[in-house]
């Protein structure tokens, strides 16, 4: 190295010395002025701290050196009361431990009859194999119905344990109607529940156990219908899609919670009057909001599932608004807009359905009714 070269980094090292000394000085300074602060962050981190030891060490043991201490003393109440709550909650953990056996079926029927459509196409044909894959691992707690009128389809279908349908009823450019086919399964199959889903949707074994759940807390005969919000995960492969555990962790690494408006499955029980849906196709914008604005409108059991129901959609190179570019993208709402019919989309936001499902600080799932709802879901 030159002299020069030695000389510039001696210099520089000085330099980064001189750096550092100077922000321990002002930090050093500041603290010496100024009052600690505390934020609501500092005291979540201690609850959080506190909760992880178990309680062998002390509240006042887990307050972040920032934090006064002084308050300690003035609010003896408020943390006993803190304690008391952390062991009751414990309690009632174990107590529900000891009551709650594991979901049995309702019946001897499958809890639910899942149906989708497809066409055989290049460009998504990984996909499609995903989720094969991926909803066969419910065989055969779930029923499972491919709608299509390609041989091809077809056989990949039953050689995954499917039943298939044909395409009876279709519009804007061959999409199947979605009333339709719930109307076809209804009537030719026993479940407890029946969804159709985007055939690019997959999903985890939380959706057995939370319509388990449902259907224990909403006893028949009663109109319960069911949607969330899609979890986009880029790059699925097909060892995640084919393992509920694989799935599940990919979409906590990798996942992104789509938009408020999207709703890409339904589940319902028989008893939602599919009758009175206007013949609306799937793929195509505005279905999905309309659907769920109309169940709150006939007061059916309207339920946001997307806190138990991952909904993983397999993102691609196409992004996440495929259905937008698509020949006849607004047929469902010019066809709604011919009926005389001008729904507030705003109020079909899966945001603004009545319950909720939710995990318990208990790990278990549990639905509670929403206590308010955003202004746009007024209808």
Aim: charged share 20%.
């Amino acid at each position: 190295m030159s002299k020069e070269g030695l000389i510039r980094k001696v210099l520089a090292v000085v330099a980064v010395l001189g750096a550092i000394n100077l922000f321990v000085f002002l930090v050093s300074w500041k603290r010496l002025n100024t009052k600690p602060q505390c934020s609501f962050t500092s005291f979540l981190q201690m609850s959080a701290n506190f909760i992880s030891s178990n309680g062998r060490r002390s509240v006042a043991e887990h307050l972040p050196d920032s934090c006064s201490r002084s308050f300690l003393d003035q609010e003896e109440s408020s943390i006993n009361n803190f304690r008391k709550a952390i062991r009751d909650l414990i309690h009632e953990c174990n107590s529900r431990r000891l009551l709650l056996s594991p979901h049995r079926e309702i019946s001897n029927q499958p809890i639910l009859t899942l149906f989708t459509s497809w066409k055989d196409e290049k460009h998504v044909q990984e996909v499609h194999k995903k989720t094969l894959a991926n909803w066969s691992r419910f065989l055969p707690k779930f029923n499972l119905v491919m709608f299509t009128n390609d041989s091809v389809v077809s056989a990949q279908a039953k050689d995954y344990g499917w039943t298939t349908y044909p395409i009876m009823h279709h519009a804007a450019g061959g999409a199947p109607v979605l009333k339709t086919m719930f109307q076809t399964v209804i009537s030719n199959i026993n479940s407890t529940f029946y969804g159709y889903a985007n055939s690019d949707i997959l999903f985890t074994d939380a959706l057995s156990d939370s319509l388990y759940l449902i259907a224990e807390k909403f006893k028949s005969p009663t109109s319960v219908f069911i949607s969330g919000i899609r979890t986009n995960v880029m790059n699925v492969s097909l060892k995640e899609a084919a393992s509920f555990p694989n799935i599940a962790a990919a979409a906590t690494v990798r996942g992104k919670l789509f938009e408020i408006h999207s709703a890409d499955y339904f589940l319902t029980t028989k008893w939602f009057p599919w009758a009175d849906i206007p013949p609306l196709v799937i793929g195509r914008r505005a279905y999905d909001n309309y659907i769920i604005s109309h169940a709150r409108k006939i007061k059916a059991t309207v339920i946001d599932a997307t806190e138990t129901i991952p909904a993983i959609h397999q993102t691609t190179a196409k992004g996440n608004q495929e259905g937008i570019t698509r020949p006849d993208a607004d047929y469902n709402d010019h066809y709604l807009v011919r009926l005389g019919i001008t729904p507030k989309y705003e109020s079909g936001f899966v945001t603004c359905a009545e319950w909720k499902l939710y995990e318990s600080l208990c790990g278990d799932i549990d639905i509670i009714h929403r206590q308010s709802l955003p202004k746009y879901c007024v209808q």
